[in-house]
């Protein structure tokens, strides 16, 4: 019990150092090689202004209309056509059981990993170890 109290306290005070430390690390990267670009995706709440020479850009979530044409986008070959992959995959992240995939896949780089895992697991996809973690 006295494990999981000062992991309660300490815990997020241990986090923040290690974020500290990739924020600082990231930084270090981006100053040594100063003449490239580069993206930085990280939850807002995170790095927030923590880098110079940085264009701060947030992404809104897609709607359900955005997410379908996503997938339609994503599984646009003949076979997927033929097989309707796009529309059966639709229709399995409207299952009321499939919340917790639908929300992930308002995320546009989420919904990348969902028709990725989706394009290789297709008979067992909401079983998949991906949507038993926690992704945020």
């Not at 379908?68 to 033929?82: G, I, K, P, R, V």
């Not at 992959?85 to 969902?114: G, V």
């Amino acid at each position: 019990m006295l494990g999981e109290v000062l992991n309660g306290i300490f815990g997020p005070i241990f986090e923040m150092t290690q974020e500290n430390i990739a924020i600082d690390q990231i930084r270090d990267f981006c100053d040594r090689y100063s003449q490239n670009h580069f993206v930085i995706s990280c939850r807002v709440a995170v790095c927030k202004g923590d880098f110079n020479r940085v264009v701060d850009v947030t992404m809104t979530k897609f709607d359900d209309e955005q997410i379908e044409q996503f997938m339609n986008c994503w599984f646009s070959s003949t076979l997927d056509a033929e097989n309707a992959t796009a529309e059966r995959f639709w229709r399995i992240l409207k299952q009321s059981e499939n919340d917790s995939a639908r929300e992930l896949a308002q995320m546009p780089l989420l919904l990348t990993f969902l028709c990725l895992v989706y394009s290789t697991s297709l008979k067992n996809f909401c079983k998949h170890p991906f949507l038993d973690q926690r992704v945020y």
